[in-house]
């Protein structure tokens, strides 16, 4: 640490705690309070990184959230290591690692830095127009252009912390603990109100509270002791809860909001086991007040980003907040009267200001009056045309402004520095006003954009609404608040504030210089490194909204996301099209505010939490028997269950065999099940369904095809009329949430006349479905007083019985084309009567198979899967399924849809079965077919939406849609590979058993 | 995220709904005697206006009933909340 930069202040920075920390390579120190910035300043180190484009040498700019340049890595973990963290916003901790960012080898000689003498050959839109040609290039730029794009390194192991996400509601939501907004806060509460307050930084009071000049005074007390009691006050409150280390990230409508709150990133990295690392609040407020303050502009000029320019704000802070100075020969550069305030902190702490440079012709306001006082110089009407130093400024040079602030006139002065301070006035953080839909106005006294219009209940108050003196920000915070919060009177009304005015006022977007602008680098977005040239650039090439120009120079559009440049970009802009700044507006301020960690969105929805997920009752029993799970909407469901060392295909072939030659059990309890009840319950099925329902008898079980408005099919399932006015309906696993959705729909919307009741009775029941040429002999065995026999209980019907207490429902129905009985037990008995078919099929091979073998043997006869064979442009003729659609009923849902003029074309996709040439080759599902290869371009006709090779048939089946299906029986077509071609022949839908023989054992 | 005001349940968030679509189309009583254009008509055109929309929303996960609100566009604002079966407010 050098000793002649650290300064005398206790108060913010507690100098018995040293901390150690590691930039480059290199060993530290700092103390316990400082920022990574203040302790990298107060090791004399300014220079930090390098800018995106040219990779100039570039320092440490800001005292926050807007800092452009000194964003770094922190931390080397594989998982911890975090990218484009900014250095002025991380508090220092024991431990801290941190390395530059774009630059090779190292910050101070960087290879990259060559780009910055071909900076003539890479203006805005560079890449744009050089990697056009030729085309088929493309591929080739893409690898280079990818690995020099992007800052910093991603972590690439998984992310160990933890986060959180809680909700807050609150009467009043005050955001940025600054002086207005701690007034707003005191003012609210005093009124009963639940006030929550949030600050980005570690301590409240904002820039006032180091504030320590003797010109501006609250009640006759220095302003910032003023400030502290305040503090102290607020700190006792009941109604207000205080939330610190936390920035705001998103204004939504409604005053929905969204924050962040840092709770482990300052402390050392021991000290941060099992602690959550961050917190995402989910803030519903009544009322919001917007108390954001304002940043710093800097001001555009020659070589305006030499590493020791920084802001007069960040300066002054560096020294009265941290202790900190900047440099030992210090500069300033302004067109305004803050930046006085900085040359007052420079000579209390005892550090050298050469000058002060101002564009203004004068100016007479109580704070220059003191400056002037004390003997400092400084240049009126003049500014800064080079400065000069490639690792650190050394020099600036300056000349006299002309009457039109367009040119430089007289000779040139050279001063010498190692720090430069720049104000260019300020400029109100709207962001998170306009986040929420609010309209800006243009201040055209100011050259500011203020909030204007909103449609929510919110107030901005202080800098934020474009108040910057004192009397002004506490005066007009105090009335508003009252206003907004419609109170008569509040603590603070007679409140007597005295500071400095300004009076005279001057700002020149684009500074002139002796040289011509081409041969200039007036930098305006320091992190994307794009200049007021390339703005012009951007005007001349025909580019005309602000929208536009900033994609075209990526103005704005770094981490920092222009908080330092737009407002340059858009008076450059405003000047060079002769356009009033209020008519151009603004670009688009978009959440998050400030970037947040994917952690901190995702909060504790990772892993297992991801999603929530559903298991059968006889979950336990699969995983137990080592199956495989597959998703099926939220459901796990059993894949397969490999034996030893058996690969997927082996347990399918085994299970499918043992299904088909003997017996097979399937855990169907996912299949949607909704009970349907009421005397109009046969009616509405004849609506929703396209087949006929009426006949139906008590007892008997049917398949129902359900459409869509648009004719497409929607769901499929079988319903079992279970008494007089009382149905159960079974849908696809996947479909069944919106299945009763789109049922209750019409019921409460279109038939509201009708007395229909729907219950979701999915996780109800649990069904063991028993299956193959024994399934008989087995259910026989648990079941021995049922009648079995095919007249007493034949296909497609149904049997209630008793299993000691268990009810019992068996339907006798088959989605496998084998002799399969469905039986459902109220959930709690689910493994009960799992365990129960496979003891009792033991004798007979009973094998459980999973979702994958369950669609092999229903694609062998020729069965469809909702959502794989169809997708959502199928109708039932397309499905050749025509004798599903009964012509009797006068109408249902999508039947006037099965004769537009698109749905009765010939030529649509139709379903047809496909066999490979080579019986052992098996498509890929999703591959495409096509007649002619070589005709370029290639027509598709069509793809494979089911593929599996069938070992009972041995050989490779597959289900597909295809243009024309239905005439093309018979046809050969080929499917194209990567690296084959195969040969198929379109077939029938139905592979095996097409007398449906085997329905009957 | 809005905040709505189910005319079952009271205030909720927006998380708990679903959004069906411009309201007031009635299914045709007899779909059949329209020709093509008529029922594509019914089918698939919808408004999307800037202003006051009217549309149907489902308290999908509270009470499952579905109303009408009144939302204008530009803004998000919610004007009015009404019953299925009611006839759209004057606004």
């Known amino acids: 640490m050098s000793k002649n930069l650290r300064i005398n202040n206790k108060q913010f920075v507690d100098e018995t705690r040293k901390l150690s920390f590691v930039f480059n390579g290199k060993k530290l120190h700092g103390y316990k309070g400082d920022t990574l910035a203040s302790a990298l300043l107060s090791n004399g180190i300014h220079l930090v990184g390098r800018s995106f484009k040219y990779h100039r040498p570039r320092g440490i700019m800001t005292s926050g959230s807007e800092e452009p340049n000194a964003i770094l890595q922190i931390g080397n973990d594989d998982a911890l290591t975090e990218p484009n963290v900014r250095a002025t916003e991380i508090e220092l901790y024991d431990g801290l690692v941190c390395n530059s960012q774009n630059c090779w080898p190292s910050v101070k000689f960087d290879i990259g830095g060559i780009n910055n003498f071909l900076s003539p050959l890479l203006p805005a839109g560079f890449y744009y127009k050089t990697f056009m040609w030729p085309a088929n290039f493309w591929e080739k730029y893409e690898y280079f252009i990818r690995k020099s794009a992007g800052l910093g390194k991603s972590p690439t192991k998984q992310d160990p912390d933890m986060y959180d996400h809680r909700y807050i509601h609150c009467d009043i939501l005050i955001v940025g603990g600054g002086v207005s907004g701690l007034i707003a806060a005191k003012i609210a509460s005093d009124d009963n109100k639940k006030v929550l307050l949030l600050e980005d930084k570690e301590l409240l009071g904002g820039s006032l509270i180091y504030d320590d000049s003797d010109i501006s005074k609250i009640d006759d007390q220095k302003s910032s002791e003023w400030l502290k009691k305040l503090i102290d006050n607020i700190k006792k409150d009941q109604n207000i809860t205080i939330k610190t280390r936390t920035s705001l990230a998103a204004y939504h409508n409604y005053n929905f909001l969204l924050a962040r709150q840092n709770l482990t990133d300052h402390l050392s990295v021991s000290d ?10 989910k803030i519903r407020a009544k009322k919001v007040i917007i108390s954001t303050g304002a940043i710093e502009r800097p001001q555009v000029f020659h070589n305006n980003d030499r590493p020791g320019i920084m802001l007069a704000s960040a300066v002054k802070k560096y020294i009265d907040y941290y202790g900190v100075r900047c440099g030992l020969e210090n500069v300033i550069f302004t067109n305004n009267d803050s930046a006085y305030e900085t040359a007052l902190s420079l000579y209390k702490s005892g550090t050298k200001l050469n000058a002060i440079v101002d564009i203004r012709d004068n100016s007479s306001s109580e704070i220059v009056n003191q400056v002037k006082s004390l003997g400092i110089q400084i240049y009126w009407n003049h500014t800064i045309v080079d400065t000069k130093g490639y690792k650190r400024i050394n020099k600036v040079t300056i000349m006299k402004l002309n009457d039109k602030g367009n040119d430089v006139i007289g000779k040139k002065i050279e001063l010498n520095c190692d720090c430069l301070a720049i104000s260019g006035g300020w400029t109100p953080m709207v962001h998170l006003f306009t986040q929420s839909g609010g309209k800006l106005r243009f201040d055209n006294k100011d050259n500011i954009f203020v909030p204007d219009k909103t449609n929510l209940d919110q107030l901005s108050i202080g800098s934020a609404k474009g108040d910057f003196e004192l009397d002004e920000v506490l005066k007009n915070s105090i009335k508003d608040t009252k206003k907004f919060l419609q109170i008569e009177n509040s603590n603070f009304d007679k409140i007597n504030v005295k500071c400095s005015k300004e009076k005279e006022k001057k700002n020149i ?4 210089s002796d040289k011509p602008l081409s041969n200039t680098k007036p930098f305006l977005d320091y992190q994307n490194d794009s200049t007021a040239k390339d703005i012009k650039l951007a005007l001349r090439e025909g580019f005309k909204s602000i929208e536009h120009v900033k994609r075209y120079t990526t103005t704005g559009m770094g981490t920092d996301q222009g908080k330092l440049a737009n407002m340059h970009a858009l008076g450059i802009v405003a000047d060079t099209t002769n356009t009033n700044m209020g008519d151009l507006g603004t670009t688009t301020f978009r959440p998050p505010y400030t970037p947040l960690t994917f952690g901190t969105i995702v909060g504790r929805n990772v892993g297992q939490f991801f999603d929530t997920f559903r298991k059968t009752p006889m979950h336990e029993w699969h995983v137990d028997k ?3 799970f597959e998703n099926v909407g939220q459901w796990k469901r059993a894949w397969y269950y490999p034996k030893d060392t058996e690969t997927m295909h082996d347990a399918v072939q085994r299970e499918s065999k043992a299904a088909r030659e003997s017996s097979g059990i399937l855990d169907a309890s996912t299949l949607g099940k909704i009970d349907i009840q009421g005397t109009d319950a046969n009616e509405f099925l ?8 009426s006949k139906l008898q008590i007892g008997k079980c049917r398949y129902g095809l359900m459409l869509n408005e648009d004719g497409m099919v929607y769901d499929d399932g079988v319903t079992t009329k279970l008494g007089e006015n009382h149905y159960l309906m079974t849908t696809t696993t996947g479909g069944a949430a919106n299945v009763i959705s789109k049922l209750e729909d019409y019921l409460q919307t279109e038939w509201p006349e009708l007395d229909v009741f729907l219950t979701s009775v999915t996780d109800h029941y649990a069904t063991a479905c028993v299956c193959g040429p024994n399934a008989k002999k087995i259910i026989n065995k648990i079941f021995k007083d049922l009648n079995l026999s095919d007249e007493s209980f034949p296909h497609m019907s149904f049997k209630e019985v008793k299993l000691g207490n268990i009810n019992c429902r068996i339907m006798r129905i088959s989605f496998t084309g084998e002799l399969s009985y469905e039986i459902n037990v109220e959930a ?8 129960k078919c496979i003891e009792a099929g033991k004798e007979f091979n009973i094998t459980p198979y999973g979702t994958e073998t369950m669609h092999l043997l229903r694609a062998e006869k020729g069965f469809i899967i909702v959502g794989q064979d169809t997708d959502g442009t199928m109708t039932p003729v397309d499905l050749q399924m025509d004798w599903i659609i009964s012509k009797k009923k006068y109408d249902f849902i999508g039947k006037r849809s099965l004769y537009r003029s698109d749905t009765i074309r010939e030529d649509r996709k139709q379903l047809v079965g496909l066999l490979t040439d080579d019986p052992n080759e098996i498509l890929e599902e999703g591959a495409q077919i096509v007649k002619d290869e070589n005709k370029k371009p290639v ?11 069938s070992p009972t048939l041995k050989k490779s089946i597959a289900l597909a849609v295809l243009k024309e299906g239905k005439q093309l029986k018979g046809q050969k077509l080929l499917v194209p590979m990567i690296n084959k ?16 023989e085997r329905i009957n054992g | 995220m809005f905040l709505i005001n189910c005319p079952y349940c009271g205030v909720r968030d927006q998380s708990e709904f679903v959004s069906g679509g411009e309201a007031h189309i009635a299914r045709p009583k007899q779909p059949t005697e329209l020709n093509d254009d008529q029922w594509a008509e019914y089918l698939f055109m919808r408004k999307n206006i800037k202003g006051i929309q009217f549309e149907r929303w489902n308290h999908v996960h509270g009470c499952r009933k579905w109303f009408n609100v009144a939302r204008d566009t530009s803004n998000d604002k919610i004007e009015k909340i009404y019953k299925m079966g009611e006839q759209p407010p004057k606004i």
């Open chain 1, 272 to 281: 941060r086991n099992n602690k959550i690392r961050q917190r995402l609040y």
């Open chain 1, 509 to 512: 977007w684009l500074l002139p």
């Open chain 1, 626 to 628: 080592s199956a495989k």
């Open chain 1, 686 to 693: 004849n609506r929703v369904y396209t087949n006929a329902w």
């Open chain 1, 828 to 835: 709690s008995y689910g493994k009960y009567i799992w365990e």
């Open chain 1, 939 to 949: 027509n598709m006709l069509g793809h494979v939406t089911s593929s599996y090779f």
């Open chain 1, 981 to 996: 071609t195969i040969k198929v022949t379109v077939s029938d839908t139905v592979f095996l058993d097409k007398e449906n």
